[in-house]
């Protein structure tokens, strides 16, 4: 059993950045791909970022690419979502999920909601223009 509590949520100006955090309980957290998800109001969720259990591999969304980091602390059992250059359209409420143990490490795999058996309560996320 997995439990997800994100924080770090809340409004930002277009161009900023916004640092979420997912803290984990469970003494297996290590064998869990952690991955972040968002969902805007009338959209479906999308695939935002996932880091592999083996701890090197990351998966980034294409809005995404290129602005957001995702990354782990394994003694912490921590997440951590970095996001720059925000933009309006980033407007949504993020998830935290957790997929395993041991999961997949395929691209396409991971970014279905699907494949995440673990999730957190969600936070949002507003960018202002």
């Known amino acids: 059993q997995v439990q997800l509590v994100e924080s770090g949520g809340g409004l930002v100006q277009a161009g900023g950045s916004l640092r979420l955090s997912c803290a984990a309980s469970g003494r297996t957290f290590s064998s869990y791909t952690m991955g972040w998800f968002r969902q805007a109001p009338g959209k479906e969720r999308e695939f935002v970022a996932a880091?592999?259990?083996?701890?090197?591999?990351?998966y980034y969304g294409a809005s995404v690419k290129g602005r957001f980091t995702i990354s782990r602390d394994n003694a912490k059992n921590t997440v951590t979502l970095q996001m720059n250059s925000r933009r309006p359209e980033d407007t949504a409420v993020y998830s935290c999920?957790?997929?395993?143990?041991?999961?997949?490490?395929?691209?396409?795999?991971?970014?279905?909601?699907?494949?995440?058996?673990?999730w957190g309560q969600g936070t949002q996320v507003t960018v202002s223009s």
């Open positions: 880091l592999s259990w083996r701890g090197a591999d990351t």
């Open positions: 999920a957790a997929a395993g143990p041991y999961s997949s490490t395929n691209y396409d795999v991971l970014r279905r909601v699907s494949e995440y058996n673990y």
